[in-house]
């Protein structure tokens, strides 16, 4: 069975991209800031879209530095050396760009930047020190607030397995319901798409995929299209909450039952091995995967949702190291 054929979607994966992680020479001093593990890897598997939100605005290469400075409690944009104020270019720059960028499962940003830092970047007060408050980026923000649901990381973060696993999922979670918006939502797709998802989403908080089951049932053609615009935040509200040892272990063993008349006494014995090492943090979670998706393979299993918590992107993304 040939899992990524199955359950990838076949389209144009796009995802939005801070243009300078690229190689591209936009930075503020003439450079670059390229991510390799963007380029060579994630390249790949994506189709990336570059926005450099200071040149869009109309900055000059090199130009001055900008940094974010609390003036009478507003945060504006400033330029480090001429004190030049660059907030309202940045901002309708951003607010423009952001309606245009419709269609990306992702976006990976450029951490600590004024314009495209996720969270964290540093705020100075109008006497040129450090204040003790940190924001997003002006183009960061405005994009998040445009699409919330949007997955989004920077890419420093990425060479963290956590964070990198989690974005993955989730820009490969994300493309499959616009997959399926794109192909129609009846009542039936939604309950298959829910699921599908169940394993998954069970690994990141079982109560709230409890609760988010009890809320669509009873979903039916009059209420489809409102069920389906207030499904998406749930669920990807669900997928960026970090799943716990405990929760996995749950959901290990939920997809153990799906194989446990098919397999040998030996299979048995191993896999539940292999799941109890991972429980007490004697093995990563990768072992009882490997495992896992191995004895499907051999043994086949009609519920696609397994696939979905087994293989949430494609395998060679999972190898790829940073």
């Keep these: 069975m040939e899992h990524q054929t199955l359950h990838f979607p076949h389209q144009e994966i796009r995802v939005g991209i801070s243009q300078c992680l690229l190689g591209d020479e936009v930075r503020f001093d003439g450079g670059h800031k390229h991510a390799q593990y963007c380029t060579k890897v994630l390249g790949q598997h994506f189709t990336f879209v570059p926005t450099c939100p200071e040149v869009g605005a109309g900055m000059t290469i090199p130009r001055e530095p900008i940094r974010l400075v609390n003036m009478n409690n507003e945060v504006r944009v400033r330029g480090t050396k001429s004190d030049e104020d660059y907030t309202e270019a940045l901002t309708d720059f951003s607010q423009q760009a952001v309606q245009r960028l419709t269609g990306l499962s992702g976006y990976i940003l450029l951490g600590k930047s004024p314009s495209c830092g ?189 696939y979905r918590y087994l293989f949430p992107y494609p395998e060679s993304l999972a190898i790829d190291g940073i």
Excluded at 138 to 153: G, I, S
Excluded at 243 to 250: G, I, K, L, P, W
Aim: aromatic share 10%; proline share 5%; net charge positive.
């Design 118 to 306: 996720m969270e964290r970047v540093k705020v100075y007060r109008d006497n040129g020190y450090r204040s003790d408050i940190t924001q997003g980026g002006v183009f960061a923000e405005t994009l998040m607030q445009t699409y919330p649901e949007l997955p989004v990381e920077e890419s420093g973060r990425l060479t963290d397995p956590t964070l990198r696993e989690s974005f993955l999922t989730r820009v490969y979670a994300y493309r499959t319901w616009q997959t399926l918006e794109e192909t129609g939502i009846t009542p039936k797709a939604l309950l298959d798409f829910h699921s599908e998802y169940k394993p998954l989403l069970m690994a990141h908080s079982q109560q709230a995929y409890r609760e988010l089951g009890k809320w669509l049932a009873g979903v039916d053609k009059t209420t489809v299209e409102e069920k389906a615009k207030a499904y998406l935040p749930k669920f990807m509200a669900i997928l960026k909450q970090p799943a716990s040892r405990q929760n996995h272990t749950n959901t290990l063993m939920h997809l153990q039952g799906y194989l446990k008349n098919n397999l040998t006494s030996a299979e048995r014995q191993n896999l539940r091995q292999m799941i109890d090492n991972y429980r007490t943090g004697m093995i990563p979670l990768i072992a009882p995967l490997v495992l896992m998706r191995h004895l499907f393979e051999v043994h086949g299993c009609e519920y696609a949702g397994n």
